[in-house]
């Protein structure tokens, strides 16, 4: 089974330079704002693999994440085309690299809005269950745009579009890297630095988390995959809110060899 939730995600490979950003659409070409800042990381220690996003757009988590048990999750945001969630799930399940994916979805994107909603302003990123992870910025990304992984042993990549600018990927990822804890909490740790560095540019409003485990039916009940699905889709103050949720996150059974 796969699971889908809201979430987000420069062409380069996790050994390429850290850090990627594009430039950006002319504000006339878009339909509706499509800014967004997200991050998707791992826990070897755990087996658990996940991400988290914030808005300033209503139910973000209605798009941007999504994830299978034993496999992989994946971002897609920007100039967003949801369809690329499903095929690169689709995709890792045949065993493809968190690279292959992206390229391949990108390549077989034939851009059928390429005035009003152009494949050049996607944002998409990929973790893979053996930990690797690839993200792509498209060159026409909204402003500004780009992502930054973690440093080993860290798994992560933050990603962003319309944010204040580099400064909020950059504090993404130190306040994964300096958090200890569980993922849920690692996760919104680094929500909240992307937000103290001036998060989206419009402010803020959605928020969401989608946490599944590199193993099959390891979630909280049983014959379930996912470990953690939170969504908050309208708040002054989302990722406050997701604090809050994550924190008060009731203990699930713990199935065996999870």
């Given amino acids: 089974m796969h699971l889908r939730t809201i979430t987000l995600a420069s062409l380069m490979a996790v050994t390429l330079p850290a850090q990627s950003q594009r430039s950006a659409l002319p504000a006339d070409t878009l339909k509706w704002p499509t800014g967004t800042f997200s991050i998707l990381a791992m826990d070897p220690a755990t087996g658990e693999i996940g991400g988290a996003v914030q808005s300033r757009v209503f139910s973000v988590g209605n798009g941007v994440l999504w994830a299978e048990a034993g496999f992989g999750v994946v971002a897609t945001q920007a100039i967003i085309d949801v369809s690329y969630g499903p095929q690169a799930l689709e995709l890792l399940r ?48 909204s402003e500004w745009a780009g992502n930054k992984y973690c440093l080993a042993p860290h798994k992560c990549s933050a990603q962003g579009n319309i944010l204040a600018g580099s400064a909020v990927v950059d504090s993404m990822v130190a306040a994964f890297e300096r958090t200890e804890g569980p993922l849920r909490l690692r996760l919104v740790a680094a929500l909240e630095g992307g937000q103290r560095a001036g998060g989206d540019k419009r402010g803020q409003q959605s928020a969401a988390m989608l946490i599944v485990s590199t193993k099959k039916n390891c979630g909280i009940w049983l014959h379930n995959d996912v470990i953690l699905r939170l969504q908050v889709d309208d708040s002054p103050e989302p990722i406050k809110e997701l604090r809050r949720l994550a924190e008060n996150r009731a203990a699930g059974r713990k199935a065996a060899g999870c």
């Fill in 94 to 141: 045949k065993g493809l690299s968190a690279e292959q994916v992206v390229r391949q979805v990108l390549a077989s994107d034939t851009d059928p809005d390429s005035v009003g909603w152009a494949k050049a302003g996607r944002q998409f990123a990929v973790l893979d269950a053996k930990g690797t992870l690839f993200a792509h910025t498209g060159p026409k990304a």
